[in-house]
């Protein structure tokens, strides 16, 4: 019966092993707050700011601020801070009129004046690292694996 699975089943069965697997990452806390360049982290710093990603000189990292979600490149890492650099803007914490005259008013400009953003490392609130969550992904796995058992069936069956 399964050998016999084409087209829209197949590719039903395949996209929801796929999401199956989705989101399957937790947080863990680091009470001392260290951490290694090779981990993956989340640095929540004071004033509604965090970074995710490896923090390693010239590796790509998301950056919160307020609200606003920006694709980084850290450019040096030291005992005192982090360092950021071409800073792009993903999704934006305005209202839609404000995103709407924001895109309206703007243009292509190429300079050499990179906006970079400095992070004190004294700023720090929490560290968590970015861990696989095992029970999260089986539990995933088995409801889109039934739910594309059930799918399979019932397509089977119309067929």
Do not use: H
């Amino acid at each position: 019966m399964f050998l016999r699975i084409r087209g829209p089943v197949a590719a039903a069965v395949l996209v929801s092993f796929v999401v199956s697997l989705t989101g399957c990452a937790k947080r863990v806390e680091v009470p001392d707050g260290a951490f290694e360049a090779q981990q993956k982290v989340v640095l929540t710093f004071a004033g509604d700011r965090e970074v995710q990603g490896r923090i390693d000189t010239a590796s790509g990292v998301r950056y919160v601020d307020q609200g606003s979600v920006y694709r980084a490149r850290v450019r040096s890492v030291s005992e005192d801070s982090i360092v950021l650099s071409d800073l792009v803007l993903v999704q934006s914490a305005g209202s839609v009129e404000e995103v709407s005259s924001r895109l309206s008013d703007s243009r292509v400009s190429v300079s050499d004046d990179q906006p970079e953003i400095r992070l004190d490392r004294t700023d720090i609130q929490r560290v968590d690292l970015l861990r696989f969550d095992g029970t999260r992904t089986l539990r995933n796995l088995s409801f889109w694996s039934f739910s594309g058992a059930v799918l399979t069936m019932l397509l089977g069956e119309r067929s």
